[in-house]
């Protein structure tokens, strides 16, 4: 669909069902936890190197000079070079992410369909859809520290568009960056009651995986991202058959 059509489709959408899409998430988690314990496990894995190649520096810098750690004060190389990399760690991390969770995604539409098909959780590391994530994590960013700026409170309202994001990456091929976020915009702020509920719902079930020794949290985590899949189908709905 192209941006009009979602757009119409966004204009025409009846008033969500907490409950029904509650309920259908549960249903759906109980299929596809493997999956989002998969997933879970991948997005550690690629960002890991982002973070570790933050500490790489204090670590030269500490072979170097025994003292380093004992000074209160970083060094001006050291600040420069975490006012340089933070940035690109931050937008690194969230363009993965996202191609990820929209993976996922995918993936909760195919079981939800009883669709054959194979679990592709990289279909989205492509050339055409990384060039469209990064500039999405661009966005993201932006949008985050503008969030930030309004003392937290943006970021409340923010959390909303900003987890659609991925639904209409994940299905809107034909939407740019910015289109996929007017459109995540427009649904969010139709919706943004009942979205946020179920985002915050959703995320203390995910929580309850804490309760297991923690270790129960990385099977339940990918629990939130089901609801905005069936926001997504439910608001939109799906026009055209996905390869599988």
């Given at each position: 669909?192209?941006?009009?059509?979602v757009?119409?489709?966004?204009?025409?959408?009846?008033?969500?069902?907490?409950?029904?899409?509650?309920?259908?998430s549960?249903?759906?988690?109980?299929?596809?936890?493997?999956?989002?314990?998969?997933?879970?496990?991948?997005?550690?894995?690629?960002?890991?190197?982002?973070?570790?190649?933050?500490?790489?520096?204090?670590?030269?810098?500490?072979?170097?000079?025994?003292?380093?750690?004992?000074?209160?004060?970083?060094?001006?190389?050291?600040?420069?070079?975490?006012?340089?990399?933070?940035?690109?760690?931050?937008?690194?991390?969230t363009?993965?992410?996202?191609?990820?969770?929209?993976?996922?995604?995918?993936?909760?539409?195919?079981?939800?369909?009883?669709?054959?098909?194979?679990?592709?959780?990289?279909?989205?590391?492509?050339?055409?859809?990384?060039?469209?994530?990064?500039?999405?994590?661009?966005?993201?960013?932006?949008?985050?520290?503008?969030?930030?700026?309004?003392?937290?409170?943006?970021?409340?309202?923010?959390?909303?568009?900003?987890?659609?994001?991925?639904?209409?990456?994940?299905?809107?091929?034909?939407?740019?960056?910015?289109?996929?976020?007017?459109?995540?915009?427009?649904?969010?702020?139709?919706?943004?009651?009942?979205?946020?509920?179920?985002?915050?719902?959703?995320?203390?079930?995910?929580?309850?995986?804490?309760?297991?020794?923690?270790?129960?949290?990385?099977?339940?985590?990918?629990?939130?991202?089901?609801?905005?899949y069936?926001?997504?189908?439910?608001?939109i709905?799906?026009?055209?058959?996905t390869?599988?």
């Amino acid at each position: 669909m192209n941006f009009s059509q979602v757009s119409e489709k966004i204009d025409s959408s009846g008033a969500l069902d907490f409950g029904r899409i509650f309920n259908a998430s549960f249903e759906l988690f109980k299929k596809v936890w493997v999956q989002g314990f998969i997933t879970l496990l991948l997005t550690f894995v690629v960002i890991i190197p982002f973070y570790l190649v933050a500490y790489i520096p204090m670590v030269a810098v500490g072979m170097t000079d025994p003292y380093y750690f004992e000074s209160e004060e970083l060094p001006a190389s050291m600040i420069l070079f975490f006012i340089v990399y933070y940035p690109i760690m931050l937008i690194g991390v969230t363009m993965f992410t996202t191609c990820l969770t929209a993976a996922f995604l995918r993936i909760c539409r195919r079981v939800d369909s009883d669709e054959i098909g194979k679990d592709d959780y990289f279909f989205y590391f492509k050339k055409p859809y990384l060039s469209k994530a990064f500039t999405l994590a661009l966005i993201i960013t932006g949008l985050s520290i503008l969030g930030m700026l309004a003392c937290g409170i943006g970021l409340i309202y923010l959390v909303v568009p900003m987890s659609l994001l991925s639904a209409f990456f994940a299905f809107d091929e034909e939407l740019t960056s910015g289109e996929i976020t007017k459109a995540s915009f427009a649904l969010g702020n139709k919706n943004w009651l009942i979205i946020f509920g179920l985002i915050f719902v959703s995320s203390l079930v995910a929580q309850l995986g804490i309760l297991l020794c923690f270790i129960g949290f990385l099977f339940t985590a990918m629990f939130t991202r089901i609801p905005i899949y069936f926001i997504y189908k439910d608001s939109i709905g799906f026009s055209s058959e996905t390869e599988f």
